[in-house]
């Protein structure tokens, strides 16, 4: 019998051991090559991120003091110059906005009506970007042309102002020009304001060539944003502001206020751009400094109601001010020129548009929805302003014609004087909120309350002249296309009119 525990009695032969398939060792061995491959790629791709990150805050290519054309601050900044370039696209839409260039008058009839005799009852579309700016106003049919029957037209040069970085170098060479020993390049534009002002619209045609650009925001030396026209200056310093201590982020948005604003060509001095702000920014604020300052003053006298009409350009600037985006310190660069990256680089995207037609990288910021939910929540906001817009608008135009049919009765001057004064300050308020951009989201509640003044107001002028009428109902004519509303209003402009009364 065999005896197990016996030490001397030999061991089992161990099982062979097996070893790595060949194919599986190419395979770790190809994985590892990758990955090495990956990690140098990511390292040499963090260095150049680095490098781009570190461009400098100055110029390589010095910028000239008034250098207006924008390639050439390009040089330096060429993401932003390359973003900015994208302003040329005029096919961009929305709902409500975009570059496209919409026309309001094919659109709204109503307000054929409502600018009858004046310019923006005959052109009157949506701006395109900024890349556009000269060639938009010098095609503009509001701009009074020369004709070969009256070669020296003349127009306000005040329209140039907010069109091209040559205006502000227009205006300091005008400034050296009146104040020789001065060397302040702000100064000097502000010493040739009044004479760029007066000067008239055709005469500077050859000097100012480029669209919006670099030098109308930004110092050339540093970069840092500064304002180069004098009615924001102006303004600001009315209520008390000195706009060289506004903070970087309100810059952002004091270097859009210098355009998209409320203004007037007041006619003394000759032309000269003026913000009407010293009482503030909101709707009563204006019509009050108009009746302190300027009570006389009116754009035009409308042809059918004979009311001395205030029209409003597009106070974007003052609507946004009493908005919640404002209220949180939200500027206008935040939304329609977010920040981007290229590389390491971080930079503020100079395609100025529409956040609708950018929603990741401006509303995104903040509002952490999906793109189709803001999108809903936006157009819905927008689509009850322009209802209530409407309202107002038809409104007004009855309000114009009953006003009409009461001086066909042989009402007075006298008599009509109350319902004249009213439609003056509702027209106001419906185009404070019509001429915005935004259709009313800058701040909608404030849309709301303006729009509501203006359409009780033009409710008031209809009683009113129903008493005059003492219960006569006008026969109101067809104004539903802007073919059949221009043929009407031409009738008004030349003095003739048309039947209003049965």
Known sequence: MTDDTNPTAPSPAPAPKKGIPLWAGLVILALTAVAVALVGLLAVSIGERRQEALRPGFAVNPVGEWETDPAAWGLNYPNEYDTYKATADSTTRTKFGGAAPRDYLDEDPNQVILFAGFGFGKDYKQARGHMHAVEDVVNTKRVKNPTPEHPDVFHPATCWTCKSPDVPSKMAALGREKEKDETDPLKQIAAGAEAFYASNFHDLKKDITHPIGCLDCHDPKTMKLRITRPALREAMASIGRDVDQASHQEMRSLVCAQCHVQYYFKTSPKNYLKFPWEGGHRVEDMLAYYEKHDGAFADWTHPISKTPILKCRHPDYE????????????????????????????????????????????????????????????????????????????????????????????????DLAPARALIRTAQFRWDYVSANNGMGFHSPQESMRILGDAARQAMEVRLLTARLLKGVAPVYPDVSTRATAAAVAKTFVDGQGVKLLP
């Open 319 to 414: 609507m946004y001010s009493t908005g919640v985006h404002a209220y949180r310190n939200v500027s206008c660069a935040d939304c329609h020129m977010p920040y981007r990256t290229a590389g390491g680089a971080k930079f503020t995207d100079h395609h100025i548009q529409s956040p609708l037609l950018n929603i990741a990288n401006s509303c995104a910021v903040c509002h952490r929805w999906s793109e189709s939910d803001i999108r809903e929540r936006v157009e819905s906001i927008q689509a009850k302003v322009h209802a209530a817009k409407l309202q107002a608008e038809d409104a007004l135009v009855k309000a114009h014609f009953d006003v009409a049919a009461a001086m066909q009765a042989g009402a007075s001057d006298d």
